[in-house]
Antibody
Framework: EVQVAESGGGLVQPGGSLRLSCAAS????????MNWVRQAPGQGLEWVSG????????YYADSVKGRLTISRDNSKNSVFLQMTSLRVEDTAVYYC??????????????WGQGTLVAVSS | DIQMTQSPSSVSASIGDRVTITCRAS??????LAWYQQKPGKAPRLLIY???TLQTGVPSRFSGSGSGTEFTLSISSLQPEDFATYYC?????????FGGGTKVEIK
């Protein structure tokens, strides 16, 4: 059974940093592009970042480029999102999601339950 | 930049009704479109990908159609568990982009 689970969210001040983790199981982790998708309170879904199976290629939305860094550790079936210079508008539930088709722009067939990041002073 | 527009933004319907949601892309996206269902406090669930392919485990009352710039998600006979918000998403261009969502509410 495929499972994806995020952790690491919390309350942080503007300008602060946070590191999200996503642990996956039930599939050959290194075969898949893994992604982060966020949802601000009461709002829609926004793709944030993705990383190819070998970790060699990363993708970012313009809104987070230069502030968020995605990485993965295939030996631990985990993907991470290092968040720096956080802004109030980064407040959202962050979901880890598996890319289904192996593309930079993809659809997402398995999602975690999400972890809340709140940026506030 | 491509834009994805869903309509309506909300719809009220009764159990057993047929519901249709439309998603329009500002540029042609071939068949690279997916639909998700999201219930309050839960993660999105992939329902349909490549415009019309049902994800494993999704009931056959859900169907998708369209091509180019106009796509539809249909629920043939609305069930109590179908009350949720539905999102379309294009995967033809980078970055992937979701529509604004359609909330299906109980009439």
């Amino acid at each position: 059974e495929v499972q994806v689970a995020e952790s690491g969210g919390g309350l942080v001040q503007p300008g602060g940093s946070l590191r999200l983790s996503c642990a996956a199981s039930g599939f050959t982790f290194s075969d898949y592009v893994m992604n982060w998708v966020r949802q601000a309170p009461g709002q829609g879904l926004e793709w944030v970042s993705g990383i190819r199976g070998d970790g060699g290629t990363t993708y970012y939305a313009d809104s987070v480029k230069g502030r968020l860094t995605i990485s993965r550790d295939n030996s631990k079936n985990s993907v991470f999102l290092q968040m720096t210079s956080l802004r109030v508008e980064d407040t959202a539930v962050y979901y880890c999601a598996r890319g289904a088709a192996g593309s930079a722009s993809d659809w997402y067939d398995f999602w975690g339950q999400g972890t809340l990041v709140a940026v506030s002073s | 930049d491509i834009q994805m527009t869903q309509s309506p933004s909300s719809v009220s319907a009764s159990i057993g009704d047929r519901v249709t949601i439309t998603c329009r892309a500002s540029q042609p996206i071939s068949s690279w479109l997916a639909w998700y269902q999201q219930k309050p406090g839960k993660a999105p669930r992939l329902l349909i990908y490549a415009t019309s392919t049902l994800q494993t485990g999704v009931p056959s009352r859900f169907s998708g159609s369209g091509s180019g710039t106009e796509f539809t998600l249909s629920i043939s006979s609305l069930q109590p568990e179908d009350f949720a918000t539905y999102y379309c998403q294009q995967a033809n261009y980078f970055p992937p982009l979701f529509g604004g969502g359609t909330k299906v509410e109980i009439k």
